[in-house]
Each structure stands twice: as C-alpha cells, then as structure tokens.
C-alpha cells in the first residue's frame, strides 16, 4: 500500500521557519522525482519544489525561491521541505507527491500569523 504521510506543519509567527517531513512507503522512493505542492486559501494548488531522483538536482517556485530547501533522504525513504522566512501568505496545506505515480499525501496544515 502506498503511503505519503506528511508533518512538521502548525503555527509559526511571520519570519519563523518550519520544517516538513514527509515519509513514503509502499513504492521505490529512491527512483522518483518528489514535489511539495501547497493549496493556499482562494488559490489555486501551486507546486513549490522539485528534487531529482537523487539529490542534486531541484527547482523551486518564484514565489518560496531563496526561502525553502526541498532535500531527500533515500535512505530513511523520507522528503522534507525547509521553509524560512515565513510570510501570512505562505499559509495553506502543504502536500508532497510523486507525480510520476500520481501519489499523493494528506497535507499538513501551515499557518503563518502573528
């Protein structure tokens, strides 16, 4: 059974900086390309980060560029998502996907208020 289970989200004041991890089971984690996409309120599902099958190779959306670190641990089959800077409009429901296969997690909740 393939699983995508995201977490590090919750509350952080503008400025502060989270961390998401995302562990995957149930596929080859190591032999795919991973994204952290994000649902913000009254937008549409925007992808934020790409990393490469290995890492090395990643991509980052204009909107997070210079504030978030997508890396991988093939090893430990898990993704993360370092995020800095935080701004109010960085709040929504962060999910990671292996778009190959069409997988995705549930989401974790990230709200940035003071």
């Known amino acids: 059974q393939v699983r995508l289970v995201e977490s590090g989200g919750g509350w952080v004041q503008p400025g502060g900086s989270l961390r998401l991890s995302c562990v995957a089971s149930?596929?080859?984690?190591?032999?795919?390309?991973m994204r952290w996409y994000r649902q913000t309120p009254g937008k549409e599902r925007e992808l934020v980060a790409t990393?490469?099958?290995?890492?090395?190779?990643?991509a980052y959306a204009d909107s997070m560029k210079g504030r978030v670190i997508i890396s991988r641990d093939n090893d430990k089959n898990t993704l993360y998502l370092q995020m800095d800077s935080l701004k109010p409009e960085d709040t929504g429901v962060y999910y990671c996907t292996c778009p190959a296969r069409d997988f995705w997690g549930q989401g974790t909740q990230v709200t940035v208020s003071s």
């Open positions: 149930g596929f080859t984690f190591s032999s795919y390309i």
């Open positions: 990393i490469g099958s290995t890492e090395g190779n990643t």
